[in-house]
């Protein structure tokens, strides 16, 4: 049973930093993508970042230049550190991987950015 533990979220003021963190426990296979995930109140869950086990990342257009992924693949684990942060970037943040054609989530992470 793949599993996938959250952590570091938490209440940060505007043009602060945060640093995300995923783990993943449980599979047999590698992990291909690894990525993250947000949900506004109200809005769909939306794409932050992602990265394939080589290395290529991919962002939103909304987050480029201020949030950065990495992983490490012999410990199964993915980071998003978060800087300049704004008050829309408060959501629930979910970790995601992809391991052979299955998905799976984290239970989410809270992120809120207020003064």
């Known amino acids: 049973q793949v599993q996938l533990v959250e952590s570091g979220g938490g209440l940060v003021q505007p043009g602060g930093s945060l640093r995300l963190s995923c783990a993943a426990s449980?599979?047999?296979?590698?992990?291909?993508?690894m990525g993250w995930y947000r949900q506004a109140p109200g809005k769909q869950r939306e794409l932050v970042a992602q990265i394939t086990r080589g290395g290529s990342t991919n962002y939103a257009d909304s987050v480029k230049g201020r949030f950065t992924i990495s992983r490490d693949n012999a410990k199964n684990t993915v980071n998003l550190q978060m800087n300049s942060l704004k008050p829309e970037d408060t959501a629930v943040y979910y970790c995601?991987?992809?391991?052979?054609?299955?998905?799976?989530w984290g239970q989410g992470t809270q992120v809120t950015v207020s003064s």
């Open positions: 995601k991987t992809r391991i052979l054609t299955a998905d799976y």
């Open positions: 449980g599979s047999r296979f590698s992990i291909n993508i």
